[in-house]
């Protein structure tokens, strides 16, 4: 057994996400794990881009409210909740309009250890606006 000290929180990239979002990694892959793990926490109107990971990704919610949205629609999540994004589905997460959110992000990364995830276009203001409406 190995205790790890906790992770530097650093602010999100402008270029995954919009608005004010920190991140807090929990633990990151150590082979044979492919596990990353971060605490996520999205101030009001802050979210995430538009993105997809090839092995998936689940999304636990510890504090606030938040939107996950897909290109089929969108959830309202509280805390306790728990979203399974599966490989390849393209989707956003962010704080409801008005509310804190935080969430814990686990994925598997790539057999040599790169990052699955492809980030795509940010989420506009009319998309999160009507997520919001939902």
């Known amino acids: ?3 790890i000290p ?3 929180t650093g602010k999100a990239s402008p270029q995954a996400f919009t608005g004010d979002v920190y991140m807090t990694p929990i633990t990151t892959p150590r082979p ?4 990353f ?11 995430t881009h538009w993105h997809s990971h090839a092995l998936g990704q689940t ?3 510890t504090e606030g409210v938040g939107i996950i949205g897909t290109r089929d629609g969108v959830v309202r999540v509280r805390p306790g909740d728990t979203v399974w994004a599966p ?6 997460h962010g704080s409801a309009q008005g509310y804190l959110m935080c969430h814990m992000a ?3 990364w ?3 250890g790169s990052d699955p995830t492809t980030w795509l276009e940010p989420v506009t203001d009319e998309q999160y606006r009507a997520a919001n409406e939902s």
């Open 110 to 112: 790539n057999d040599d």
């Open 106 to 108: 686990m994925l598997e």
């Open 1 to 3: 057994m190995e205790q």
């Open 87 to 92: 490989p390849g589905e393209e989707h956003w």
């Open 59 to 61: 999304l636990y919610v």
């Open 32 to 35: 044979p794990s492919r596990l």
């Open 6 to 8: 906790a992770g530097r």
């Open 37 to 47: 793990a971060a605490m996520v926490r999205f101030t009001p109107g802050s979210r």
